[in-house]
């Protein structure tokens, strides 16, 4: 008879479910909401303690673990545009992670995983890099290749001076499914637009800041500038064939994509927009 303790079981799969739905958030390139993911979190981990108390073994079943794993989906994924495609990658992440699990613990020599408490901490982080690694493979490289489109994008910006008196600029936008650029400190969605399309939202005057060959400097100017005081940092990128730098940014008051309202979205400035008549922002 197997002994359980039920407080190892919760912070086992605590830890574990909250990295599965991290990871599939990661694949799917959305904005990160800790939160929720935590919350979602919890229910599995209860969940998982139910079924190993008297009379509740029925919950160890096909239909009921997928029900959990519907419900934790909703609560992780329902504010994102494409809740449905989130659930999939969710579930796929999951079943990456289960086969990469059992694969670790055979190749460690800790044999078949148990039933009930499927991982220790020896075999976690190398079945999370594994199934990560599959997910990154089969989803973001997909969605690379995915049609492209041109939107139209639509943004405010106040500021905290009367001489920006409400800003608004609408500019055409390569909606670009390949694009994974985001704040590494908050997990925001970045809009990366032209300095000329960035400076319709600004004070006269700070094109040129822009424009600075040394995009440390940028930050620095527009700081200067009355109103825009803390509004500016910067934001790491890379791109493929193309080295990796810093970009100036800043958080608008609000953005519409085609009229809808986009939620925690940063614009970044990137003069390698400025040549391209096709569109003037990259989302």
Known sequence: MDT????????LNLFTDY??????????????????????????ALYACAFVLPGCAFLSEPIPKLACGAVMSVISFSPERRPFR??????????????????????????????????????????????????????????????RRIITVAAVFCG??????????????LRDTGNELFDPVTGREVLVVSPGAASALLPEGCRSALCCADPVEAPEKLCAVPGLEGRFRLIPYGAVGVSSGLLPAFTPDSVTSDGKACRDVMIAVSPALAGSDEYEAVF
Request: aromatic letters at 12%; glycine letters at 6%; one cysteine or more.
């Open 4 to 11: 359980i303790y039920i407080d190892e079981l919760f912070i």
């Open 19 to 44: 990295l599965i739905i991290l990871a599939s958030a990661r694949v799917c390139g959305t904005v990160l909401k800790r939160r929720r993911y935590l919350l979602s979190a919890l229910l599995g």
């Open 86 to 147: 989130c659930t999939v990658v969710f579930f796929a992440v999951s079943a990456a992670f289960g086969g990469a699990v059992w694969a670790c613990s055979m190749l460690s020599g800790a044999g078949a995983p148990s039933r009930y408490l499927p991982i220790s901490l020896k075999v976690l982080l190398p079945s999370f890099a594994v199934c990560y690694a599959i997910a990154d493979v089969v989803f973001m490289r997909a969605a690379k290749n995915a049609d």
């Open 160 to 173: 905290r001076s009367a001489v920006f008196r409400g800003r608004s600029a609408v500019f055409r936008a």
